[in-house]
Structure formats: structure tokens, C-alpha cells
């Protein structure tokens, strides 16, 4: 029974060296952050030429007296661009639980 006690004790203090790694980024780390500005930084452009296409749509529609599309497409635009800002945020909390 002895033996088994000191396995336990083994196992227990080979864990609690283990247990407390530091934090090492992967490989490749720097180019998938590179990738992800990329990302950032055309959603943000998408996001600003399409309030831009729909606010000059919005103009065209009330000048001409058409039926009034686009402040669907604004509002969507807006809803994506929120979705898009604020996506790091929320796997930030996703994967923090």
C-alpha cells in the first residue's frame, strides 16, 4: 500500500512542476497576426464602402422618388460592422471560460 502511496506522491509532484508552464506563442505566430490585421483591416474597408454606397443609394432613391431600399442596406452595414469590431471580444470571452 506503501508503494502506491508514494506513485500518488511521484505523480503529484511531477504534475506540480509541470503544471505552471510559460506562455510561448507557436510557430508562425507573427504571420497569422499579420493575416489577421489583413482581415481587420478589410473588414473595415468593406464595412465604409458599403455605408458609403448605400448613403449615396439612399440620395439617388429619394431624388428619384423610388421605392426605398437602402436603408435596409445601412442598417445592415452598420450591423455588420459592429459584428465585425467586436469579434475579438467575444472569442475573448468565449475562450476565457
Same mark, same amino acid.
Given at each position: 500500500m506503501s508503494s502506491i502511496a508514494a506513485? $500518488?506522491?511521484?505523480? $503529484?509532484?511531477v504534475y506540480a512542476q509541470v503544471s505552471d508552464p510559460t506562455p510561448e506563442p507557436p510557430p508562425l505566430a507573427d504571420k497569422i497576426d499579420r493575416f489577421v490585421g489583413y482581415g481587420t483591416w478589410l473588414?473595415?474597408?468593406?464595412?465604409t464602402v458599403s455605408i458609403i454606397f448605400a448613403g449615396a443609394k439612399f440620395a439617388w432613391e429619394k431624388w428619384s422618388g423610388s421605392g426605398m431600399e437602402s436603408p435596409k442596406m445601412v442598417a445592415g452595414a452598420m450591423i455588420g460592422g459592429i459584428v465585425a469590431t467586436s469579434a475579438g471580444t467575444i472569442m475573448n470571452t468565449v475562450l476565457a471560460i
Open positions: 506513485s $500518488v506522491v511521484d505523480a $503529484v509532484s473588414a473595415i474597408l468593406s464595412g
